[in-house]
């Protein structure tokens, strides 16, 4: 088990450029959750998928934001057109099902993005 | 909706000092309550949880009790040391919500 991986780990770019994050989750885990971090904040849902199927979407995810699942396996958030206000830590997390009972996520270390 | 509130930091504390970080919500429903640590460089940890009223969670000498009466969720360690020095974020699920709700996070800083 090596815990939740994201890549890249920090990402620079121009306003108006499309990215994409990668996270692989634990692979026994069915659960995969987007979260947003901006400084000094703590972490806001963005979307969560169980298995290949996205389940539930943040208003914060505007029209800008696509995220997949293919296969139930890992996982890309992708950002068209990016804003100065998308800089932020992205981060990703899996779990089981029944997460109030198994104790919570396992968060991956986050991509960092900043817009210039 | 739900909430969680968390005292503001930072927390400048000796080491060895005793801790305590606030932490209440509002919630519909019967959450489930967890403090994560984020350690420098680092993601989110799991530090503990409570499910139920009365519960305590513990773990690493950190300790908390679901107070359903209070609606509060404080962290407590009795000997905090420099390696203790993080971000520590309440959280709380409610029903069968997939998605978990923090707090604003508390600065700890421990000093020699």
């Known amino acids: 088990d090596t815990g939740v991986s994201q890549n890249p780990r920090h990402k620079i770019t121009k306003r108006g450029q499309n990215v994409t994050f990668r996270c692989d989750p634990i692979?026994?885990?069915?659960?995969l959750y987007w979260y947003r971090q901006t400084l000094g904040q703590g972490p806001e849902f963005l979307t969560y998928?169980?298995?290949?199927?996205?389940?539930?979407k943040s208003r914060l995810l505007s029209d800008r934001f696509s995220a997949e699942r293919p296969k139930g396996s890992f996982s890309t958030l992708e950002i068209q057109r990016t804003e100065q206000g998308d800089s932020a830590m992205y981060l990703c997390?899996?779990?089981?099902?029944?997460?109030?009972?198994?104790?919570?996520?396992?968060f991956g270390s986050g991509t960092r993005l900043t817009v210039v | 909706g739900d909430s969680v509130t968390q005292m503001e930091g930072p927390v400048t504390l000796s080491e060895e000092a005793f801790l305590t970080i606030n932490c209440t919500y509002t919630?519909?429903?019967?959450?489930?309550l967890f403090w994560y640590v984020q350690y420098p460089g680092e993601g989110l940890q799991l530090l503990l949880k409570?499910?139920?009223?009365?519960d305590k969670g513990s773990n690493k000498g950190f300790e908390a009790t679901y107070r359903k009466e209070t609606t509060s969720f404080h962290l407590e360690k009795g000997s905090v040391q420099v390696s203790d020095s993080a971000v520590y974020f309440c959280?709380?699920?409610?029903?069968?919500?997939?998605?978990?709700?923090f707090g604003t996070g508390t600065r700890l800083q421990v000093t020699l």
């Open positions: 998928f169980q298995n290949e199927a996205q389940l539930e």
């Open positions: 997390a899996s779990s089981f099902d029944g997460v109030r009972e198994l104790g919570g996520y396992t």
């Open positions: 919630a519909t429903g019967y959450p489930s």
């Open positions: 959280a709380l699920i409610t029903g069968t919500a997939s998605k978990l709700t």
């Open positions: 692979s026994e885990h069915n659960r």
């Open positions: 409570a499910t139920k009223a009365d």
